[in-house]
């Protein structure tokens, strides 16, 4: 027990006077988070943009444009000239240009008229989904225009209420993910690295030389790095919380849960590369090997939904996968942990398997 | 022979393969309570890989070991208990402070000495707070014994603990180890230095490509090479052995690069007859000198090689 103390502190002592690997490891979230945060956290789940060139200029035309620019999901941007517009939407600047020819106040003021005015809708065919929910949107207000101006009292109206008062953000995405990089960077590929050099510098050997058990020296290990990952999660989320207002809305034992999982994990494939590695030179490679296609396909960065249908059986049994999913639940969605279990048990069966392994490779020289 | 409870080490038979390479070939020794061991070779001799099993860092192919009693194939754990070890070429935590480092190894075992004495002991105290990394070699090396003594074991292996310190940090280790004995600790130390060997073991074993070719004390194996005293020259041209051999008093010829000793008992007999010779034949002696008689020398006698071949 006294030993197991012992070796805890002074891999806390390592790691704290570590001063550069310290800083750098601690940086590199924060920097990736603050950088992505600001460029790609702001925009709402869908956003159209929308051309509306008026050519009436009257009281009717403008009240429209005023209906249009009424709505949440779509920014408006008024055009002069027609083909100006139309140039913006075949290079994408705009998904959708509105037009109101002349005439349109006269013909809303005719009270009479059976005739229907037209007002032309040029969309981007390239970008359908876009386009679609943009058209959409202004048929229902011309929709709406048209029905008040013949005074349709509809004898049916739909209800509809929002169920999840969620306002969820790209940042509210990434969060959770940066935190799931971190965890597993910081436990595969440190692990890997650190237990290849203290093998290489016979540190390992020197300690094999005492009546140290094995079992002792790795559960210090686990100890200190779960202290560490800890600390450096929560800073992470006081970044978080600070610049960009993101809060825990799940709970916090949760969310503990599976940072300690995760890094089970990750510092038992840690041990495994430290294994195969001859040296402490190829200890970092084989574990950029493994941990690169993890950041992209794991679901780090992008929804993991968004990979091609081939790649999902493999994204589905990565363990980066289970830990940022359960991980943005708990934090985004609050998920309780009961329905989270697929993903403890995936990351459990990894967390086994990788030790059994790892008891099987692990050297001490 | 001393009775059989001092007897602290008893190596019987001790084999290590590495594939077809025989790095220990079957050797056999014991060691008293508060002897000074030496195991003496040429790299590669395979004195470090006997040191490792002894301690059980290295599992012997055949024969076993008894360590203070302990069987090292049956009972490890009771001899790492008995025991303290200085590995060549270990590095520590370098961000630690010799304090922390020390109390770190404390806590491995069961029982302790005073860390602050042992520091002072050490001549580490104005140290006790610096991280190692600021350390000198010497200092480092003391270090390394230190930690090897947390837990105030029987019996002390040290493998070639003065290899690359100057010669101020090696005589402070010797004092070391010397106090060491004084307290009735036992030592097995490894070296290639003939000097070091010769300063501090009570008994020395030479090893040769992993075979135990001699095991006396220092004077022991100078006194079998039946000469007291050596003449070392170096010469241009071809030279004969046999006419070197057939020169009055000379017992034994040995050579190495351009270099060569003449062992005899009767130095100044020698030395004329040598003068005579290349005079006689024209030849230009060099770098002339005459000594005593050293372990290298036993050890070149035995082996025909040096002990530190360039």
Same mark, same amino acid.
């Given at each position: 027990?006294?030993?197991?103390?012992?070796?805890?502190?002074?891999?806390?002592?390592?790691?704290?006077?570590?001063?550069?690997?310290?800083?750098?490891?601690?940086?590199?979230?924060?920097?990736?988070?603050?950088?992505?945060?600001?460029?790609?956290?702001?925009?709402?789940?869908?956003?159209?943009?929308?051309?509306?060139?008026?050519?009436?200029?009257?009281?009717?035309?403008?009240?429209?444009?005023?209906?249009?620019?009424?709505?949440?999901?779509?920014?408006?941007?008024?055009?002069?000239?027609?083909?100006?517009?139309?140039?913006?939407?075949?290079?994408?600047?705009?998904?959708?240009?509105?037009?109101?020819?002349?005439?349109?106040?006269?013909?809303?003021?005719?009270?009479?008229?059976?005739?229907?005015?037209?007002?032309?809708?040029?969309?981007?065919?390239?970008?359908?989904?876009?386009?679609?929910?943009?058209?959409?949107?202004?048929?229902?207000?011309?929709?709406?225009?048209?029905?008040?101006?013949?005074?349709?009292?509809?004898?049916?109206?739909?209800?509809?209420?929002?169920?999840?008062?969620?306002?969820?953000?790209?940042?509210?995405?990434?969060?959770?993910?940066?935190?799931?990089?971190?965890?597993?960077?910081?436990?595969?590929?440190?692990?890997?690295?650190?237990?290849?050099?203290?093998?290489?510098?016979?540190?390992?050997?020197?300690?094999?030389?005492?009546?140290?058990?094995?079992?002792?020296?790795?559960?210090?290990?686990?100890?200190?790095?779960?202290?560490?990952?800890?600390?450096?999660?929560?800073?992470?989320?006081?970044?978080?919380?600070?610049?960009?207002?993101?809060?825990?809305?799940?709970?916090?034992?949760?969310?503990?849960?599976?940072?300690?999982?995760?890094?089970?994990?990750?510092?038992?494939?840690?041990?495994?590369?430290?294994?195969?590695?001859?040296?402490?030179?190829?200890?970092?490679?084989?574990?950029?090997?493994?941990?690169?296609?993890?950041?992209?396909?794991?679901?780090?960065?992008?929804?993991?939904?968004?990979?091609?249908?081939?790649?999902?059986?493999?994204?589905?049994?990565?363990?980066?996968?289970?830990?940022?999913?359960?991980?943005?639940?708990?934090?985004?969605?609050?998920?309780?942990?009961?329905?989270?279990?697929?993903?403890?048990?995936?990351?459990?069966?990894?967390?086994?398997?990788?030790?059994?392994?790892?008891?099987?490779?692990?050297?001490?020289? | 022979?001393?009775?059989?409870?001092?007897?602290?080490?008893?190596?019987?038979?001790?084999?290590?393969?590495?594939?077809?390479?025989?790095?220990?070939?079957?050797?056999?020794?014991?060691?008293?309570?508060?002897?000074?061991?030496?195991?003496?070779?040429?790299?590669?001799?395979?004195?470090?890989?006997?040191?490792?099993?002894?301690?059980?860092?290295?599992?012997?192919?055949?024969?076993?070991?008894?360590?203070?009693?302990?069987?090292?194939?049956?009972?490890?754990?009771?001899?790492?208990?008995?025991?303290?070890?200085?590995?060549?070429?270990?590095?520590?935590?370098?961000?630690?402070?010799?304090?922390?480092?020390?109390?770190?190894?404390?806590?491995?075992?069961?029982?302790?000495?005073?860390?602050?004495?042992?520091?002072?002991?050490?001549?580490?105290?104005?140290?006790?707070?610096?991280?190692?990394?600021?350390?000198?070699?010497?200092?480092?090396?003391?270090?390394?014994?230190?930690?090897?003594?947390?837990?105030?074991?029987?019996?002390?292996? /040290?493998?070639?603990?003065?290899?690359?310190?100057?010669?101020?940090?090696?005589?402070?280790?010797?004092?070391?180890?010397?106090? /060491?004995?004084?307290?009735?600790?036992?030592?097995?130390?490894?070296?290639?230095?003939?000097?070091?060997?010769?300063?501090?073991?009570?008994?020395?074993?030479?090893?040769?490509?992993?075979?135990?070719?001699?095991?006396?004390?220092?004077?022991?194996?100078?006194?079998?090479?039946?000469?007291?005293?050596?003449?070392?020259?170096?010469?241009?041209?071809?030279?004969?052995?046999?006419?070197?051999?057939? /020169?009055?008093?000379?017992?034994?010829?040995?050579?190495?690069?351009?270099?060569?000793?003449?062992?005899?008992?009767?130095?100044?007999?020698?030395?004329?007859?040598?003068?005579?010779?290349?005079?006689?034949?024209?030849?230009?002696?060099?770098?002339?000198?005459?000594?005593?008689?050293?372990?290298?020398?036993?050890?070149?006698?035995?082996?025909?090689?040096?002990?530190?071949?360039?």
């Amino acid at each position: 027990m006294k030993a197991y103390w012992q070796l805890t502190l002074s891999q806390l002592r390592i790691f704290l006077r570590n001063r550069q690997v310290l800083f750098w490891t601690l940086a590199f979230p924060i920097f990736l988070m603050v950088m992505l945060g600001s460029f790609l956290g702001n925009g709402t789940g869908i956003s159209v943009s929308i051309g509306v060139v008026d050519q009436d200029q009257t009281m009717q035309s403008k009240e429209f444009f005023k209906v249009l620019a009424n709505n949440d999901a779509i920014r408006l941007e008024s055009s002069i000239s027609e083909e100006k517009a139309l140039d913006q939407v075949k290079k994408g600047d705009l998904q959708l240009v509105v037009i109101i020819p002349k005439g349109y106040e006269e013909m809303m003021k005719e009270k009479g008229n059976t005739e229907s005015f037209e007002i032309p809708v040029y969309y981007n065919e390239t970008n359908l989904a876009f386009s679609q929910v943009g058209l959409t949107i202004v048929s229902s207000v011309v929709d709406g225009i048209s029905k008040e101006k013949a005074n349709y009292t509809p004898s049916i109206v739909t209800d509809s209420r929002g169920v999840e008062s969620l306002d969820l953000k790209y940042i509210d995405f990434l969060v959770p993910g940066i935190l799931a990089m971190m965890i597993m960077s910081n436990n595969m590929n440190g692990v890997a690295g650190q237990i290849a050099a203290w093998r290489e510098r016979g540190i390992l050997r020197r300690m094999q030389g005492t009546t140290l058990k094995a079992s002792t020296f790795i559960a210090a290990q686990i100890t200190a790095r779960l202290m560490l990952n800890g600390m450096q999660a929560l800073i992470v989320l006081a970044v978080a919380n600070l610049v960009f207002g993101i809060s825990v809305n799940g709970s916090w034992l949760s969310l503990i849960t599976f940072v300690i999982l995760g890094t089970l994990a990750f510092m038992a494939i840690g041990f495994i590369i430290a294994g195969i590695a001859k040296t402490p030179e190829s200890a970092s490679p084989i574990a950029a090997f493994l941990s690169f296609p993890m950041l992209f396909l794991g679901g780090v960065f992008f929804p993991i939904r968004d990979m091609p249908d081939y790649l999902q059986p493999i994204v589905n049994v990565l363990p980066i996968s289970h830990l940022s999913h359960a991980l943005r639940e708990t934090m985004n969605v609050g998920t309780p942990f009961m329905d989270l279990g697929s993903n403890a048990l995936i990351l459990g069966c990894w967390l086994v398997g990788a030790f059994i392994i790892a008891s099987y490779t692990f050297k001490w020289e | 022979m001393q009775n059989q409870e001092e007897t602290m080490i008893e190596v019987k038979n001790l084999v290590k393969k590495y594939g077809s390479f025989t790095a220990v070939n079957g050797i056999g020794f014991s060691v008293q309570k508060g002897e000074i061991f030496g195991l003496l070779g040429p790299n590669g001799a395979g004195k470090s890989t006997t040191l490792e099993m002894m301690v059980g860092l290295r599992k012997p192919d055949g024969g076993t070991a008894f360590i203070g009693g302990f069987d090292i194939s049956r009972d490890l754990k009771k001899v790492k208990e008995v025991i303290g070890i200085q590995l060549q070429s270990t590095t520590l935590f370098e961000l630690l402070t010799v304090e922390e480092i020390l109390r770190l190894y404390a806590s491995f075992y069961q029982k302790n000495v005073s860390i602050p004495e042992l520091i002072e002991e050490m001549s580490l105290t104005e140290k006790t707070k610096s991280r190692i990394k600021t350390l000198s070699g010497g200092q480092k090396q003391r270090l390394a014994i230190a930690l090897a003594l947390v837990h105030d074991p029987w019996i002390l292996f /040290l493998d070639e603990p003065t290899t690359g310190l100057d010669p101020q940090a090696r005589r402070t280790l010797w004092d070391i180890v010397l106090k /060491l004995k004084e307290k009735g600790k036992t030592t097995v130390l490894t070296t290639h230095y003939m000097d070091e060997a010769h300063v501090l073991c009570d008994r020395i074993a030479i090893m040769d490509q992993g075979n135990l070719i001699a095991l006396d004390t220092p004077s022991g194996l100078v006194k079998s090479l039946e000469s007291d005293s050596a003449v070392e020259f170096q010469f241009e041209g071809e030279f004969l052995k046999d006419e070197l051999e057939s /020169l009055n008093g000379v017992k034994q010829v040995g050579n190495r690069k351009d270099t060569y000793v003449l062992y005899t008992d009767d130095l100044q007999v020698t030395l004329i007859s040598l003068i005579q010779l290349t005079s006689l034949k024209n030849l230009k002696l060099t770098d002339l000198q005459t000594r005593t008689s050293t372990l290298e020398d036993v050890f070149i006698h035995m082996t025909g090689r040096s002990l530190r071949e360039e």
